[in-house]
């Protein structure tokens, strides 16, 4: 790989997506409003190949394979929890061992893709990814980060933001919510220096964002991984119909920035025309409710100065200040 | 025809597994399996093997990538030992569960705490509701004639369960023995080309959802399958053992008797100790007392109609556990067989001994020493101590 290059894609149409068959069919059983399908229906749409995909444990998994139903037509397969991006890698070692026997017609071409939330990813599963990554197999990661154990009942994970309300961080007379910030997971991601991560999100302003990211990842002769901001909007305590005007606020605000790093290098993928507070995307949630109160001001303040400083960092990285 | 070679138990595997040619193998070095992947890793590297050898980052990782592998559609083989097979444990019950037919080694170690790298059967114990076939290797010769076995059992259609195949760790894996390996072409005919029984993942064309969720209307169907599988397995055993025999002169079933046939007090053992009990019971009949052996095989799926047939003339027998089950009755074999002695109307005096924890060898005075207290029982009329450890400083 020439550093820097970025993957050649085929440009596709809305029309053209439009015409292609959904793989994660209707009839499953996340909640309304839900981020992860938008997102994994997008990701599933934008490949020119057949597909493999893994599973980690989580509200997907969950939804979409209660037996004897599937919502799959690709070949699928869950294997645990912590597991999906060592699950994937030995299905695509097999299919190179079997193409290299002859078993596979080398014309024969196939994308393999781990689906796991940020609970599968961020935390339990990052050992499994890291040496996933470290060996070069050629697949896609996608972390569908809804900032939490939504599965489980909306537990605090390392994405979970600082303040927010979750079942094992609850807001109690002593303790206003979570007191860390979040990992900084596609960071470390990017640290692994694999040819393809980005950050991205179903955003209405831009349809394309998350789909061109795929198709980009899928080209590319290794593994690559997206995170991909996706609300639960039970965990985050929001109406079901506000779901991407929320994620579009998380990347207005600067709190999910959408980028990406191609053989290492950084390159912003969206600059909001203004950035907005990031008060106005948190008071939009329930969980952050309470950092509305006069005594938590401190947090708010420590909030915004974060994504600032985030904001900043990035900027120099993507060459944009 | 076989040729002699000088191999340790670890090498014998590498061969067997370079012989067997799998199309994926993932595995990460643990004590005292290490050798065993390295001289693999070697047969990768010269290019000897087709497999795509995955070095994973843990063994939990290893096992993951056999699923994942397996379940794409090809021949899937590891091995590890201990704390590694611990770490593989969730992992054991998903292969099995997903019915996919892999093959792995599983070089027996004591488990941490306290830390000791050598011998006893603590880890396979440790996953006998696991769900995997597992057969133990009395020495180097067993464990490859095992390994070649192995195959084709867990492959077969009426089974299709993944199989370990077990010998003692430093005395088999890290001992130089005398035995005789098939032939390349001979092995390849005998395990066959894998067969593919449901749609694999890669069979793109017909897309199949492995490790769905299965709950409360259709979980117990689906463990009782597999309950079925292994029942299965019985009969593929012996039929497999016979082909066998067929190549290698050397027949196999669900275990071994030595002197069984006529014997009072007879020693239920497996593993390489079972070559020190042989040489005792060979001491003993040289002095009139009526010894006898068995040495199991096949612990899953547990042969105990053969097992109590072949031990239901005996009027004492000691059952010899190399791990512990802690605050049971006695060890693990020793509540199976006292378990399915019951059935006899007039079933043995059993008594356990535990023995042989962390690499602590069994001696021939040792082994005396089980015996010597079988004709105390067999004199007493009754074992008054059921539990009890055969070497140990109290």
Redesign the interface.
């Known amino acids: 790989m020439n550093a820097g290059a970025a993957p050649a894609t085929k440009p596709i149409t809305i029309k053209q997506l439009s015409q292609r068959p959904e793989i994660l069919v209707g009839g499953h059983r996340l909640c309304p409003g839900c981020g992860a399908p938008i997102a994994l229906r997008q990701i599933l749409l934008a490949s020119d190949y ?1 597909v ?1 995909l ?1 599973n980690a444990t989580g509200c997907v ?2 939804s979409t ?4 139903f ?1 919502s ?9 929890f ?2 999906a991006a ?13 193409k ?2 002859g ?2 017609p080398p014309e024969q071409e ?1 994308r393999f893709i781990a689906f796991g939330g940020d609970g599968g990813t961020y935390d339990i599963g990052l ?2 990814l ?3 990554l ?2 070069g197999h050629r697949f896609l990661y996608v972390c569908y980060n809804n900032e939490g154990y939504m599965n489980t009942g909306i537990q605090r994970s390392s994405a979970s933001p600082l303040g927010a309300d979750t079942t094992t961080t609850p807001v109690g007379a002593a303790i206003p919510g979570k007191r860390e910030f979040r990992k900084d997971l596609t960071s470390i991601v990017a640290a692994h220096d694999i040819p393809y991560v980005a950050q991205s999100a179903t955003i209405p302003s831009r349809w394309g964002e998350l789909i061109n990211k795929v198709r980009k990842a899928l080209e590319v002769p290794g593994p690559s991984f997206i995170n991909v901001l996706a609300s639960c909007n039970r965990g985050w305590r929001h109406n079901m119909d506000e779901t991407l005007e929320l994620t579009q606020l998380a990347v207005d605000t600067c709190y999910w920035p959408l980028y990406e790093v191609i053989n290492g290098e950084y390159r912003l993928t969206y600059k909001p025309k203004e950035k907005k507070p990031v008060a106005e995307w948190l008071k939009r949630q329930g969980r952050f409710r309470h950092l509305f109160r006069p005594e938590n001001e401190g947090i708010l303040k420590r909030v915004q100065e974060k994504v600032d400083q985030d904001w900043e960092r990035l900027l120099k990285k993507c060459g944009e200040l | 025809m076989g040729k002699i070679v000088a191999y340790t138990g670890n090498q014998a595997i590498a061969e067997g597994m370079r012989q067997i040619n799998p ?2 193998c ?1 595995a990460y070095p643990i004590t005292p399996q290490t050798e065993l992947m390295q001289q693999f890793a070697s047969f990768v590297a010269d290019g000897l093997v ?3 050898l ?5 063994e ?2 290893a096992m ?11 021949r ?1 083989m590891t091995a590890t030992s201990a704390q590694g097979m611990a770490l593989m444990w ?2 054991m019950y ?1 292969a099995s569960g997903l019915r996919l037919p892999i093959v792995m080694t599983i070089v027996n170690r004591a488990l941490n705490a306290p830390l000791n790298i050598h011998g006893d059967h603590s880890d396979a114990m440790g996953a006998r509701d696991s769900g995997w076939i597992q057969i133990f290797s009395e020495n180097a010769q067993e464990a490859y004639d095992n390994l070649m076995q192995a195959v084709r059992i867990g492959e077969e259609a009426s089974v299709r369960l993944p199989v370990a195949v077990c010998y003692d760790g430093f005395i088999i894996s890290h001992s130089i023995e005398r035995m005789e390996i098939l032939e390349d072409e001979e092995v390849k005919g005998f395990v066959g080309p894998y067969q593919n029984l449901y ?6 064309a017909h ?9 409360q209307d ?1 979980y117990t169907e689906h463990k009782r399958q597999q309950v079925e599988a292994m029942k299965n397995a019985l009969p593929v055993i012996l039929g497999v053992a016979e082909e066998y025999k067929k190549l290698t002169g050397r027949g196999f079933g669900y275990f071994e008797t030595y002197r069984l046939d006529d014997a009072e007090i007879g020693m239920f053992i497996m593993g390489s100790a079972a070559g020190t009990a042989k040489e005792v019971v060979d001491e003993l009949r040289a002095t009139g007392i009526k010894a006898g052996l068995l040495k199991l095989r096949i612990f899953r799926p547990f042969p105990y109609q053969e097992v109590t047939a072949a031990l239901k003339n005996l009027k004492v027998l000691a059952i010899m556990d190399r791990a512990e089950s802690f605050g049971a009755m006695g060890g693990p074999t020793f509540n199976e067989i006292r378990s399915a002695l019951l059935s006899l109307k007039k079933p043995p005096l059993t008594f356990n001994y535990v023995y042989g924890l962390g690499g602590r060898e069994p001696s021939l005075a040792e082994i005396h020493k089980a015996f010597a207290r079988g004709r105390e029982v067999l004199t007493a009329g009754k074992a008054e101590v059921l539990h009890d450890y055969l070497q140990v400083r109290e």
């Open positions: 057949p493999v893994a998994e969950v394979s209660i037996f004897p599937t799959w037509r690709a070949p699928w397969i869950h294997n645990a912590e597991n060592a699950t994937i890698s030995g299905a695509e070692a097999m299919y190179r061992s079997l290299r026997q078993k596979i196939i050992q499994s890291s040496g996933a470290e060996r | 199309d994926v993932a087709d497999t795509e995955v070095t994973v980052e843990s939990h990782s993951s990538a056999c699923v994942g592998a397996a379940a794409a559609g090809g899937v969730e992992i998903c749609h694999p993942m890669l069979d793109i897309p199949v959802t492995y490790g769905p969720v299965d709950l259709y």
